[in-house]
């Protein structure tokens, strides 16, 4: 049991630990923003459509992959319409989170929560190497995505120690969530393959919403192309590498 909660953990927590690069990047250019941010949204692309879809398929049916997709698509869509923007208030200044940059903490902090009740249901659950397969999809994906939405923020001017600690606090939603998922298993593995799918449904979402325009806007839409296809092939790799 206890090496469960450190799988849990270290999973969630990848979040986090993939922000902490960005505080080595000062005074990003557009041409290495798009880079990263086209690089980051093909690793996101990859654990969607080859790591979570192909999950839920696994333990479902087609019909339950495009209801939990367009779930996930339809509940950012909305978000997009009813939250404007945010402020976070700071010692000395304030620091605007503009619509752009909300809309992609809600997406990670949305389909986080799916995420971590299917880890902890998954190794709570008697179905063989189901937890251990799924934390460590969620992991690989986690630390890009910590890095992705660390330097989003940074884009954004919001200050360095806040983009890392919002990262590291959508990794504490996926914790908490993957602790409920395996102290309720039996309600939650019922819900593995509809959290599976909703989660492929908000990073699809927000990939080709907010993060693919935002990296065509520039004039390095060549640069970010190529970018986004090193790093779709990355995770593919990365998976096929642990399997």
């Known amino acids: 049991m206890e090496w469960n909660f450190i799988v849990m953990i270290l999973s969630a927590f990848a979040t986090g630990v993939g922000a902490i690069p960005a505080l080595l990047?000062?005074?990003?250019?557009?041409?290495r923003m798009d880079s990263i941010l086209a690089y980051t949204a093909g690793i996101m692309v990859a654990a969607s459509t080859y790591g979570l879809i192909p999950a839920s398929l696994k333990l479902t049916n087609l019909y339950v992959l495009c209801f939990g997709v367009l779930a996930g698509a339809l509940l950012l869509n909305i978000l997009e319409y009813v939250i404007p923007h945010m402020d976070v208030d700071h010692t000395r200044t304030d620091v605007v989170l503009p619509q752009q940059s909300v809309?992609?903490?809600?997406?990670?902090t949305l389909h986080n929560i799916p995420e971590g009740l299917s880890v902890g249901a998954g190794l709570a659950s008697e179905v063989e190497n189901l937890g251990f397969v799924v934390a460590l999809s969620m992991g690989l994906q986690n630390a890009p995505e910590g890095f992705l939405v660390a330097m989003f923020l940074l884009n954004q001017d919001a200050r360095?120690?806040?983009?890392?600690?919002?990262?590291f606090g959508t990794g504490l939603i996926e914790c908490l969530a993957s602790f409920i998922g395996y102290s309720l298993v039996h309600v939650a593995l019922f819900l593995v393959p509809y959290g599976l799918a909703f989660a492929a449904g908000a990073m699809l979402f927000i990939v080709y919403k907010e993060l693919i325009p935002e990296t065509h806007g520039h004039g390095y839409e060549?640069?970010?192309?190529?970018?986004?296809l090193f790093g779709l092939l990355s995770m593919i790799g990365i998976v096929e590498w642990f399997r």
């Open 25 to 31: 990047f000062k005074n990003i250019s557009h041409r």
């Open 103 to 108: 809309m992609l903490l809600l997406a990670m």
């Open 160 to 167: 360095r120690r806040v983009a890392i600690m919002l990262a």
């Open 222 to 228: 060549r640069l970010a192309t190529f970018s986004f």
